[in-house]
C-alpha cells in the first residue's frame, strides 16, 4: 500500500513558517489525521508482509525497508499532528489578540475624538446653560414673592419660565412628578476644583 504524503508535508512545514489562519490549521490537522489512519493501516499491512516467514532473501529486505518506510513516515505524521494542535492552539491565541487589538484602537480611536468634542463643546455649554438657570432661578424667586403678596386683582398667578418653555401647568402631571431642570440639573465644572466642582448649582 502507497500512502503519499509529501504534498501534505509541504503544507504542515508551511504552517509552521507563516502565519496560516486557524480555519486552515484545522483543516490541515483533519487532513492529518486521515493520513495517520492509512498509514497506520499500511503499517500493519507492511509489518505483517516484512514477518512473513514464507518470504527470504532480498524479498524480505524490500519488505523489510517498506515496514521501515511506513513506520517512519506514521511517526511523522503523528508527530506532525501533536504539534499542529499546539501551533493551532497558538494561532487562535494570536488572532483573539489581533481582535482585541483592533477593538481596542476603534474604541481609542472614537475616544480622542469624543474628548475632542467634549472639551470643544462642554465649557462653554456648561457655561451659558448655568448662567441661564441662574436666572431663570432669579426671576422665579420674583415671581414666588408677587404670586404670594402683590398679585394683581383680575389676574392669574404667574407660572415659572421653565413651565411655559416646557407647556406645564405644575410640576405635578396626574400622579406622576415631573423633574425640574432647575433642580435637578447637575453640570460639573469642566476643570474640577475643590472650591467649586460644579457650575450647576452654585455652591452653596
Same mark, same amino acid.
Given at each position: 500500500?502507497?500512502?503519499?504524503?509529501? /504534498? @501534505?508535508?509541504?503544507?504542515?512545514? !508551511?504552517?509552521? !513558517?507563516? &502565519?496560516?489562519?486557524? +480555519?486552515? %490549521?484545522?483543516? @490541515?490537522?483533519?487532513?492529518? /489525521?486521515?493520513?495517520?489512519?492509512?498509514?497506520? &493501516?499500511?503499517?500493519?499491512?507492511?509489518?505483517?508482509?516484512?514477518?512473513?516467514?514464507?518470504?527470504? #532473501?532480498?524479498?524480505?529486505? %524490500?519488505?523489510?525497508?517498506?515496514?521501515?518506510?511506513? !513506520?517512519?513516515?506514521?511517526?511523522?505524521? $503523528?508527530?506532525?499532528?501533536?504539534?499542529?494542535?499546539?501551533? @493551532?492552539?497558538? %494561532?487562535?491565541?494570536?488572532?483573539? &489578540?489581533?481582535?482585541?487589538?483592533?477593538? =481596542?484602537? !476603534?474604541?481609542?480611536?472614537?475616544? /480622542?475624538?469624543?474628548?475632542?468634542?467634549?472639551?470643544?463643546?462642554?465649557?462653554?455649554?456648561?457655561?451659558?446653560?448655568?448662567?441661564?438657570?441662574?436666572?431663570?432661578? +432669579?426671576?422665579? /424667586?420674583?415671581?414666588?414673592?408677587?404670586?404670594? $403678596?402683590?398679585?394683581?386683582? #383680575?389676574? *392669574?398667578?404667574?407660572?415659572? +419660565?421653565?413651565?411655559?418653555?416646557? #407647556?406645564?401647568? #405644575?410640576?405635578?402631571?396626574?400622579?406622576?412628578? %415631573?423633574?425640574?431642570?432647575? *433642580?435637578? @440639573? $447637575?453640570?460639573?465644572?469642566?476643570?474640577?476644583?475643590?472650591?467649586?466642582? =460644579?457650575?450647576?448649582?452654585?455652591? &452653596?
Amino acid at each position: 500500500m502507497t500512502i503519499h504524503t509529501r /504534498d @501534505l508535508e509541504v503544507r504542515i512545514a !508551511a504552517a509552521f !513558517a507563516q &502565519q496560516t489562519p486557524s +480555519a486552515d %490549521v484545522t483543516v @490541515l490537522i483533519t487532513d492529518v /489525521d486521515d493520513a495517520v489512519c492509512k498509514l497506520e &493501516q499500511a503499517a500493519a499491512s507492511t509489518r505483517a508482509a516484512a514477518l512473513d516467514p514464507t518470504m527470504v #532473501g532480498g524479498a524480505a529486505l %524490500v519488505a523489510q525497508g517498506e515496514m521501515n518506510d511506513v !513506520a517512519f513516515r506514521l511517526d511523522r505524521m $503523528r508527530e506532525a499532528k501533536r504539534k499542529l494542535t499546539l501551533r @493551532l492552539s497558538a %494561532v487562535k491565541e494570536s488572532e483573539r &489578540q489581533a481582535r482585541r487589538r483592533a477593538n =481596542y484602537e !476603534a474604541a481609542e480611536k472614537e475616544r /480622542d475624538k469624543l474628548a475632542c468634542e467634549l472639551a470643544e463643546i462642554y465649557p462653554s455649554l456648561a457655561s451659558q446653560m448655568a448662567e441661564l438657570i441662574a436666572r431663570v432661578k +432669579a426671576n422665579d /424667586d420674583v415671581i414666588e414673592r408677587i404670586n404670594s $403678596r402683590f398679585l394683581p386683582e #383680575g389676574v *392669574s398667578a404667574l407660572l415659572s +419660565a421653565e413651565l411655559v418653555a416646557r #407647556g406645564l401647568r #405644575g410640576f405635578q402631571e396626574n400622579v406622576h412628578t %415631573v423633574p425640574s431642570i432647575k *433642580s435637578e @440639573l $447637575r453640570l460639573p465644572s469642566f476643570t474640577f476644583s475643590a472650591h467649586q466642582p =460644579y457650575e450647576w448649582p452654585p455652591r &452653596q
